[in-house]
């Protein structure tokens, strides 16, 4: 059985738990440590418990912690050769790093592990699936548009954790700067919420037991707006539709 939890998700952080058995690996760490402490306490898991820390890519609301985690708790590390060359001076003194390639999967204790690549503006990001061998759960944020990949990559999942960052006319009409606006509705940027319901519409969801839009941004969204992109294109009730938010991520889902 997988079982999943966020410790909060948006610019500011983001951690994703996934666990299986005895085996618990945290996706991200974009908080300091005494907070990242507190995050996983709230969910019940202390930091001495993470079997390993999944990094997606090297922007600080991802990695800006990870490597404080890692050194304090000798915890091995996993990300892409690109990323660890983007951060490699903040990793110093991490002693149990390991990079994976995009295109193999690889196995943490009981989940596996598959990677695959994205088109966001960092050195090599990736996303995940992760499998207990009878279950699949998806993770896509900070990616800029879909590709045929990502399509199979995340075609009939059990679980999904998607990427609703913005609502484009929210965007365009709001305070930031022009170049910000193209920047996170470029192609290498971040997906609106009919980006990610397009996706939901063009893949299997016959499996899905959990759907919840993660990064969501405080100036550029809503809450609603994201649920009811991704209820309309799922066809469900709107309250099905989880959230993860900064400030409480989500707590413990599973898939049975």
Not at 24 to 31: I, P, T
Not at 225 to 253: N, Y
């Amino acid at each position: 059985m997988i079982r999943f939890a966020s410790l909060g998700s948006g610019s500011d952080g983001n951690g994703l738990l996934v666990e299986s058995g005895a085996t618990r690996l945290l996706v991200d760490c974009g908080f300091s440590l005494d907070d990242t402490i507190a995050r996983l306490a709230r969910i019940g898991i202390e930091a001495a418990e993470l079997d390993a820390v999944l990094i997606t890519h090297e922007h600080d609301d991802h990695v800006g912690g990870a490597a404080r985690l890692a050194r304090k708790f000798s915890l091995p590390v996993w990300l892409t050769n690109g990323t660890l060359q983007a951060v490699s001076t903040q990793f110093s003194g991490v002693a149990d790093i390991h990079r994976f390639d995009c295109q193999r999967s690889f196995a943490v204790g009981a989940i596996e592990v598959t990677p695959f690549t994205v088109p966001h503006d960092a050195r090599e990001p990736a996303q995940f699936v992760f499998s207990d061998g009878a279950s699949r759960l998806g993770l896509l944020t900070d990616a800029g548009s879909i590709t045929v990949h990502m399509r199979e990559r995340l075609d009939g999942l059990d679980a999904l954790v998607l990427e609703c960052n913005h609502d484009l006319d929210l965007l365009w009409n709001g305070s930031y700067p022009p170049a910000l606006k193209q920047r996170i509705a470029g192609r290498l940027g971040h997906l609106d919420n009919a980006a990610a319901a397009q996706l939901i519409a063009d893949v299997d969801t016959s499996r899905l037991q959990h759907l919840v839009a993660a990064h969501l941004s405080r100036h550029n969204n809503r809450p609603d707006l994201a649920v009811a992109a991704l209820a309309g294109a799922l066809g469900c009730e709107q309250s099905w539709i989880g959230i993860a938010d900064q400030r409480d991520g989500f707590a413990w889902r599973e898939i049975t």
